[in-house]
């Protein structure tokens, strides 16, 4: 899975802010550990304490066990001082780069083009010694750019990339990335890129407009009308309908704070704690049926 995200710190602080949920837990907890180090100066003890408590804020009504995860958390704290966040403020395409691509016949070439050269820009960004090249998986790659084909037809849309002399490939036969060839780090910028999501949909805003940013996350989509001809407000994923809302509640055993329902006013105990409770009650329970049998015996 391709990481969209352009500026760590900022999405860092969102996480923390409560702005945004990361779907990805290992990256939600990575991201925070680095922060937490890196920008406001706790340590390992510190890190995982916040961790845990964000786990349990956003994580637990979702089948993730927090005592499952400690042995994680702590290598997560423990490694964040090697990575600090990266803030980078956007991928800026010059006037260059756009003519290259608009002088590729058919649309959904283009925007691969585009969309391979974004990845590979942003690569350079994140490491100086990445010299354009691109490594993640092509249908992720194909669904950034927007593009609906087989598998078949996305290596040949590659292939053709790579005819036009904009794409090269490694020497090693079984590496499946490939370099850009056409970056141009001039000024003469035409498009400053500060959202990977939708990036066919980005290019062809540019230059022929058509889309709208979704009112709730952001991401560009086509602005057709709805149903009864509304206009499309949110994109497919924000118009679903919402889950229940959470609340936290504070386990009676252990103490861990955990999220439920917010119409839940029964649970007490977290999931861990409630299983043992549970192995307990029914030992109870065997241990009074057999000496009743005994007494009736």
Known sequence: MINLIINELEYARNLVSGTVTEQNVYY?????SRYYYHVEGYRKKKIMLLLQEYMSRHYIVDNFEIHEWNERIEKIASSAQKYPLKEIRGISISTTEMQVIDSITGSALRRLAFTILCLAKLGNLRN????????AKTKDVFALANITCSSFEQQVKIGLLYHRGLLEFPKQNDNLSYRVTFIDNSTNEAMFIQDLRALGYQYMNYHDGGFVRCGECGILMKDNQGNAGRKRLYC???AAPKPM????????????MFSVNSKNNKTQRCPYCSREH???Y???????????DRVLI
């Open 28 to 32: 939600a907890l990575s991201l925070l």
């Open 128 to 135: 100086p010694k990445n010299n354009g090249w691109v490594n």
């Open 236 to 238: 497919k994923n924000c």
């Open 245 to 256: 809302e959470k609340k936290l509640i504070q386990c009676v055993d252990c103490g861990i």
């Open 278 to 280: 549970n192995r307990e």
């Open 282 to 292: 029914h030992k109870q329970y065997m241990r009074n049926r057999r000496k009743l």
